[in-house]
């Protein structure tokens, strides 16, 4: 049965979840109102909220001034990078721990997360030096494969708990049908399998695409990400408030957009199954 | 049944990923336990030889370890006691029936999506600057002085941060758990005549129980390891420097790369005692 509330009661609720929530959102929308005002507006007093000359210059001037585009491009080739490698290299371990576990598996899998707990800045020189040494500091190859290894415990667990939800009689009933291994793999796991991939795929590319220990201490010019683009900013010279804002929308509209998709795998993602 | 064909299959499957992560794990912690017992300085003289555990003690023994300690602790206790309790509550708001719940939900998620550099600079500049920062601005409006937040209350200000970007986190996890209460077992209670508190105190507080274990477990391990929001605000002044932070400093910074090392193994065995707890918790959760 559910329960009956009053409309009374719902208003209430309404007014006050909004306001909660607009409270929690607004650095975000006011970075993004700031953004298109002038530098002059932007530091006015008191401050503007709709009632000022919308512009777009500061967009043009932040792309013109620090090519954007160029740091944009490395986010995207280090998280989507990072992300199909994992899922490549985590896609064949989650199905047989999903589906021909042993004895072993359980212990693997909490190995695998153990390596997460791993805190970076106790193997930051270690790092530093082999990449140094193999000539990966500030490239974007060497900051795909560091990534991916970060997020690979996250990855596989996400797939491992996807893939424990597809029924293994479906696959004994494909196997009794004379299916080889990779005819059951590519035309009966595949297709089931999708969502859950594509879900951990979405997860994965937000955790790189905002990851700020690695991309900040192994970049400098060349590899560098948004993180690193906006890292930039802090220094004194940086200061325009509209600018800042301007390149911060740029640093995070793809990934809001992207994390409206995700908030769902976001629990049991980050959990490792634990909730979901 | 599974065959022993299919057992080595399954075998050869896992081994990349198996063999990557026993790489990643045990090729930089052997090169940081190897570094933490020498004296060694890449910039002023290379490998000066073999110390015993003489970066152990003086890393501990310096007169900035115990501040970088408390600094610590008092942000990992800080931002869980705020996102906790904030948590919990939103996540019973949000669980409550209303207009618009798939808006709030997503103003309120969108937070986490932010990268640390960007929510610490738009923090650092656009609000808590002493001058033109919006909280500048509303005390004025009241009639205050500004504060200048991250010299005077550097402290409250990174809590601040990294609260605002954390409780998304635990609102969302609480919000799954609350949701997945017996909300028959609520009806009864409220029938009985159990006023809202004691509801909650018997009832939803219990359920959570898992939950918040979770979230705290979870959130140490990133709080431990926070960097950004520090490097760009404070730059590990003003009482801010955390043990993470220290270390960076002692390995990148100065180049002290011995003694940082003897300071990210400390950090190893603190992150894998809160570890512990938590593999604890999920691996039960493996075999139900």
């Known amino acids: ?276 | 049944m599974a065959t022993q064909h299919s057992r080595s299959v399954a075998r050869l499957m896992m081994a990349p990923a198996v063999v990557l992560l026993l790489g990643w794990m045990l090729v930089p912690l052997t090169m940081t336990l190897y570094f933490s017992f020498k004296k060694y300085l890449p910039l002023r003289g290379g490998d000066l030889g073999w110390v015993g555990f003489d970066n152990y003690v003086r890393f501990v023994s310096s007169s900035s370890f115990w501040p970088a300690v408390q600094a610590t602790l008092v942000i990992v206790g800080g931002v869980l006691v705020i996102t906790v309790v904030l948590g919990i509550l939103l996540a019973m708001l949000l669980d409550q029936p209303m207009w618009g719940q798939g808006v709030v939900r997503i103003l309120v998620i969108a937070p986490f999506f932010v990268m640390p550099t960007v929510s610490a600079l738009v923090w650092k500049n656009m609000f808590m600057d002493p001058v033109n920062g919006l909280l500048a601005h509303l005390w004025r409006f009241f009639g205050a002085e500004p504060i200048s937040w991250l010299s005077e209350a550097s402290m409250t200000s990174i809590i601040m941060i990294v609260s605002w970007q954390w409780l998304p986190f635990a609102t969302l996890i609480l919000l799954t758990a609350i949701q997945s209460l017996d909300s028959e077992q609520l009806e009864a209670a409220e029938m009985d005549g159990a006023p809202p508190l004691k509801r909650f105190y018997h009832i939803i507080l219990p359920h959570l129980g898992r939950a918040i274990t979770i979230v705290i477990l979870i959130q140490t391990i990133f709080l431990l390891s926070i960097f950004a929001e520090i490097f760009v605000t404070t730059g590990g002044a003003f009482g801010t420097r955390t043990l993470t932070y220290l270390i960076f400093q002692r390995v990148l910074e100065s180049q002290n790369v011995g003694l940082g090392s003897a300071g990210g193994v400390y950090a190893i065995i603190l992150a894998n005692i809160v570890a512990i707890f938590l593999m604890r918790i999920v691996g039960k959760n493996l075999d139900a």
């Open chain 1, 1 to 276: 049965m559910a329960r009956t509330v009053t409309t009374r009661r719902k208003s209430l609720n309404t007014v006050l979840a909004w306001a909660v929530g607009l409270l929690i959102f607004f650095p975000i929308l006011w970075t993004i109102l700031t953004s298109f005002k002038t530098e002059a507006q932007a530091i006015a007093s008191p401050p503007l909220f709709l009632n000022f000359d919308w512009t777009l210059e500061n967009y043009a001037i932040v792309q013109e001034r620090s090519d954007y585009m160029r740091f944009l491009w490395n986010s995207v080739i280090i998280a989507g990078g990072s992300t199909v490698l994992g899922v490549i290299i985590a896609v064949p371990a989650a199905w047989a721990m999903a589906f021909v576990p042993s004895k072993r598996t359980k212990d693997i899998l909490l190995w695998m997360l153990s390596t997460k707990m791993l805190p970076a800045v106790g193997v930051l020189y270690p790092i530093y030096l082999l990449f140094i040494r193999l000539g990966l500091l500030d490239t974007r190859g060497g900051l795909v494969v560091v990534l991916m290894l970060i997020n690979l415990p996250i990855i596989v667990w996400m797939l491992y708990t996807y893939f424990r939800e597809i029924p293994g009689e479906i696959l004994e009933a494909a196997r009794m049908d004379g299916a080889t291994l990779k005819e059951e793999i590519l035309y009966v796991l595949t297709p089931m399998a999708i969502p859950g991939i594509a879900s951990t795929v979405l997860l994965n590319f937000i955790l790189a695409w905002n990851e700020a220990f690695w991309t900040l201490n192994l970049t400098a010019v060349d590899a560098a990400p948004l993180t690193a683009f906006i890292a930039s900013y802090s220094s004194p010279e940086g200061l325009f408030f509209a600018k800042l804002s301007a390149a911060s929308t740029m640093a995070i509209a793809p990934i809001l957009i992207l994390g409206w998709f995700s908030q769902k795998q976001l629990v049991r993602g980050l959990t490792f199954g634990a909730v979901k």
